[in-house]
Nanobody, 126 residues
Framework: QVQLVDSGGGLVQAGDSLRLSCAAAGLTFSSYAMAWFRQAPGLEREFVAVISRSGTITDYADSVKGRFTISRDNAKNTVFLQMNSLKPEDTAVYYC???????????????????WGQGTQVTVSS
């Protein structure tokens, strides 16, 4: 059974940093492109960041570019999201997602992803 377990969220102040983790089990992790999405109250879930199977290709939403960094450790079946210079508008539930992918491919639409974590709450106070 495939499981993605998100962790690392919390309540922080504007300007602080957080590191989210997503531990995967039950799949061949190195065959999966991984991404982070987020959903703020009253809004639709949106793309945040994506990383290819090998970790060599990454991309970000414009709103987080330069502040967030996605990375992965295929030996530990884990993907990370380092979030720096957090803003109140980053407040959301953050979800990791995985898609069985071609080598070098990355994906931006949530409907393309096969598996999802349960989400972890990030709250940034001003």
């Amino acid at each position: 059974q495939v499981q993605l377990v998100d962790s690392g969220g919390g309540l922080v102040q504007a300007g602080d940093s957080l590191r989210l983790s997503c531990a995967a089990a039950g799949l061949t992790f190195s065959s999966y492109a991984m991404a982070w999405f987020r959903q703020a109250p009253g809004l639709e879930r949106e793309f945040v960041a994506v990383i290819s199977r090998s970790g060599t290709i990454t991309d970000y939403a414009d709103s987080v570019k330069g502040r967030f960094t996605i990375s992965r450790d295929n030996a530990k079946n884990t993907v990370f999201l380092q979030m720096n210079s957090l803003k109140p508008e980053d407040t959301a539930v953050y979800y990791c997602a995985g898609k069985n992918a071609y080598y070098g491919a990355i994906y931006y639409r949530e409907k393309e992803y096969d598996y999802w974590g349960q989400g972890t709450q990030v709250t940034v106070s001003s």
